[in-house]
């Protein structure tokens, strides 16, 4: 059992500037003022030192990092994760792109084969992208393994064996099957990728699609004349839209202008960091391709934009630097609202009964301590790992 004192928390509902969090078997015990909470005897005692404590960061889309890409090799899955807590990352969503369907059992295999010695963000389930795109917007996946909707090529995918997110074109023929089954396995079905008109996209989602990869990426622009996807996911109060802050696959003013329409709840923030991530410029893997990094943004020989190298806290502060909001404001499109997508009210969040999933921030927002399940895997100071 340990707390953590004199620290600025945020809760749900409001911000303790003064803050107690007792933590016990990896869980939130309780939340208060440290002014009037009481600590049982016996328990370690972290002070805060007046830092921001706040809910782990949850990315829902990540293609890899450190040199690692987990389409080529879903084995490296475990060593990314463990090297992800510096960033405040303690819940992601490995992501698959585009490949034979052999190599996407491999991923699910090795998803619930967690190694006993593993310590690291916790990889909540697999984000297959595609295969079922529409190849007019196929980005950087490979054109050879793209295939129309089919339902025998489902096999066993629900969050069971570890597949909890799946982004598809919903324009292809099969499509709306092939989200009515899925979202009955209790998999959450994105629109991504897409040509998709608004009354294809509005089918979609009325058949199950709860979300929308990577807004305005891989998809056409929102038109005056013919709103799309796009337009449909932003109308929609009901979705949930992902977008990529780095400041290259999004203008900062449309991140502004986006945040003030839909805010902190229906906006999430993913990183779609590829092998790039956390290395010097050079060329990486992505999939099939070959993608050069520049230090800014990492691309296909073409010039396709080739999933991002940012990572999830500083994806937080470009929030808050383009749109002008505050941290508490920002907090929910990393912590809470991928958390209710994936149907897991016990992440995302500080109170009781959640998940010790936990990271100070200094005044510059930058990660200096993260706890995933109660356990200290990040020190910036070197304090001893609990």
Known sequence: MFCIKNAKIYTPDQTIEDGLVLVEAGRIVDVGSAAEGQIPDGVTVIDGRGRHLVPGFIDLQLNGGFGHDFTADPQTIWPVAER??????????????????????????????????FQGAIPLGLHLEGPFLNPDKKGAHNPAYLRPPDQAALGEWCPENGVRLVTLAPELPGALELIRLLTDRGVVISAGHSMATYEQATAGFAAGIRYGTHLFNAMPPLHHREPGLAGALLNDPNLIVGLIPDGEHVHPLLVKILWQLLGGRRLNLVTDAMAAMGMPSGVYQLGDFEVTVDGQTARLADGTLAGSIITLDQALRNLIDFSGCTLAEALPTVTSTPADLLGMPHKGRIAPGCDADLVLLNEWLEVEETFVGGKRFFSGDQTPLL
């Open 84 to 117: 992800l807590p510096p960033f405040g990352v303690t819940g992601f969503l490995p992501t698959v792109i585009t490949s034979p369907l052999e190599n996407m059992g491999e991923a699910m295999a090795v998803w619930q084969a967690r190694p006993g010695s």
